[in-house]
């Protein structure tokens, strides 16, 4: 992220700094803190960028999941008026992969007509899902995931304990924040209640009864990269496959259907777990 940081004062230090940055990355790997913190510098502020009151500065984020037209259309007219403090009108929109298809095409008006002393943000961890014509009119800014040593380092600099970070390194893809966030927010690991399923500790209704409080989309995809690393090391065979690809799928049901029914496809998926043939780590492992 500093890497990031240090990149772009360079440019706006030498006024080459483009109207239209994005800000990518594999998510959870400070971006918007990224984001955040080119746009203080901007304005010259100091602060929480999500919630500081500047004039000239707006922050978007998605609205039930998802960043409308109306919100754009806002969004250029506040970029269309005089900046109030200072010379500069900054922007960031946050999760820009939530723009749905009206909202990518009219902030392309924007881009391509960018109003003197404006400049936007994206921030996203998905640019897959963005409309090629949004991302060729913005410079990029890449973050990379960090590797593992740099991960436990930096979270145990945040006063985390050495038995936090492991089970939820793997459960949040090693993205530093993302672990951080969970351990703030008190959200256990996944694995305790899956071990259970699988040891016959506890009953699959019970199970699914103790993770009533967990967000379905999330759980489904900690569980994913629990059976992500399985397969890696080679622990389990072609049913295991299938089991992720089942897992997938019932995320993706669960993030397009809100009337999905949770506790059946929870139950549905712990029996399968139950019976998933997990052999053991090899001995020089």
């Not at 992220?1 to 990149?7: A, K, S, T």
């Not at 707006?58 to 109306?70: C, F, L, M, S, Y």
């Given at each position: 992220?500093?890497?990031?940081?240090?990149?772009v004062t360079s440019l706006n230090t030498t006024g080459r700094l483009p109207h239209a940055l994005l800000i990518d990355g594999p998510g959870g790997c400070g971006e918007a803190q990224l984001a955040g913190e080119i746009a203080l510098m901007l304005i010259g502020r100091s602060g929480d960028p999500r919630t500081i009151a500047h004039p000239d500065f707006?922050?978007?984020?998605?609205?039930?999941?998802?960043?409308?037209?109306?919100q754009i259309r806002s969004l250029i007219d506040f970029m269309q008026q005089t900046a109030q403090a200072g010379s500069l009108k900054v922007v960031v929109l946050e999760d820009a992969q939530k723009m749905n298809l009206n909202a990518g095409n009219a902030l392309l008006k924007i881009l391509e007509e960018p109003p003197l002393g404006s400049h936007l943000i994206l921030v996203t961890e998905a640019?897959?899902?963005?409309?090629?014509?949004?991302?060729?009119?913005?410079?990029?800014?890449?973050?990379?995931?960090?590797?593992?040593?740099?991960?436990?380092?930096?979270?145990?600099?945040?006063?985390?304990?050495?038995?936090?970070?492991?089970?939820l390194l793997i459960e949040y893809g090693r993205a530093?924040?993302?672990?951080?966030?969970?351990?703030?927010?008190?959200?256990?690991?996944?694995?305790?209640?899956?071990?259970?399923?699988?040891?016959?500790?506890?009953?699959?209704?019970?199970?699914?009864?103790?993770?009533?409080?967990?967000?379905?989309?999330?759980?489904?995809?900690?569980?994913?990269?629990?059976?992500?690393?399985?397969?890696?090391?080679?622990?389990?065979?072609?049913?295991?496959?299938?089991?992720?690809?089942d897992l997938i799928d019932t995320r993706r049901m669960a993030l397009s259907n809100s009337g999905l029914n949770r506790p059946l496809q929870l139950e549905r998926l712990m029996f399968k777990w139950r019976e998933l043939v997990i052999r053991d780590r090899q001995k020089n492992d």
């Open positions: 992220m500093q890497l990031g940081f240090d990149y707006r922050w978007i984020e998605a609205e039930n999941g998802a960043i409308k037209v109306d640019k897959s899902m963005m409309l090629p014509t949004v991302i060729s009119r913005c410079q990029r800014v890449s973050i990379r995931r960090p590797t593992r040593e740099v991960v436990v380092s930096w979270l145990l600099e945040q006063d985390v304990t050495a038995e936090e970070v492991e089970p530093p924040f993302h672990v951080l966030e969970a351990i703030h927010a008190e959200r256990k690991s996944l694995w305790p209640a899956l071990k259970a399923a699988r040891d016959r500790r506890n009953s699959v209704s019970d199970v699914v009864d103790s993770l009533h409080n967990e967000d379905l989309v999330e759980i489904l995809a900690r569980w994913a990269r629990f059976l992500h690393r399985l397969v890696v090391e080679d622990r389990v065979g072609s049913e295991g496959v299938d089991f992720f690809d």
